[in-house]
């Protein structure tokens, strides 16, 4: 074990996926498993007690729930590392909070990496989470890009929250061929090739908030 490892608190909400993925890390001389629980449990008062530097977050079967908890566990002010199913997860897990993707297969080196990148205040994304590879490489992120409009900027937060068109058409009042021209256009200004990397740059550039 080496001098400090990371110290890492579990939010599993499967027994067997919780102990399965508790395991993995234990094997990791770079980290240590501070706490292991599910989502609807005591998540402050377990972290008081752990004293943890990250939460590594499986979202589970019922991603909807465990976003909402997510988000509210952000006044823990400790970086969370997200497991996401599949993009559209990975969208909504970062505009709820969430310093990190990664997806369900990643193993020990990899969770590893992605709490240090979390820690040093960069944003951690797993290539194998469908549609953020492209995103994770992305060297230009500061680099300006053309001015979105006030209805882009509205239409960029609904992406962010993992709607389609057609909601983000209905809670907008337009169209959803409005809807899907402001996506791409939001697309072309941030000079990306998926909603999710469209998300993730906004983030970085300070476009939108989690």
Do not use: Y
């Amino acid at each position: 074990m080496v001098a400090n490892p990371i110290q890492l608190m579990l939010v599993v909400d499967d027994p067997e996926a919780r102990s399965e993925l508790t395991a993995r890390l234990a094997a990791h001389s770079e980290c240590a498993v501070v706490g292991a629980l599910g989502s609807a449990d005591d998540i402050a008062a377990v972290a008081a007690a752990a004293n943890p530097d990250a939460i590594v977050w499986d979202l589970g079967e019922d991603p909807d729930t465990a976003l909402q908890r997510l988000a509210d566990a952000q006044a823990l002010r400790l970086p969370v590392l997200a497991i996401v199913e599949d993009d559209r997860d990975g969208v909504r897990a970062l505009a709820f909070g969430a310093a990190g993707l990664l997806s369900r297969g990643a193993d020990a080196e990899r969770l590893v990496l992605a709490a240090k990148a979390a820690l040093g205040g960069l944003l951690a994304l797993d290539p194998a989470v469908a549609g953020v590879a492209g995103a994770s490489r992305d060297s230009d992120a500061g680099t300006p890009v053309e001015t979105l409009t006030g209805r882009e900027r509205e239409v960029l937060t609904l992406m962010a929250e993992g709607l389609a068109n057609k909601l983000i058409a209905g809670r907008l009042g337009i169209s959803e061929h409005t809807a899907k021209f402001h996506v791409h256009t939001i697309l072309g200004k941030l000079g990306t090739q998926s909603r999710t990397e469209a998300v993730v740059r906004a983030v970085r550039l300070g476009l939108i908030a989690i």
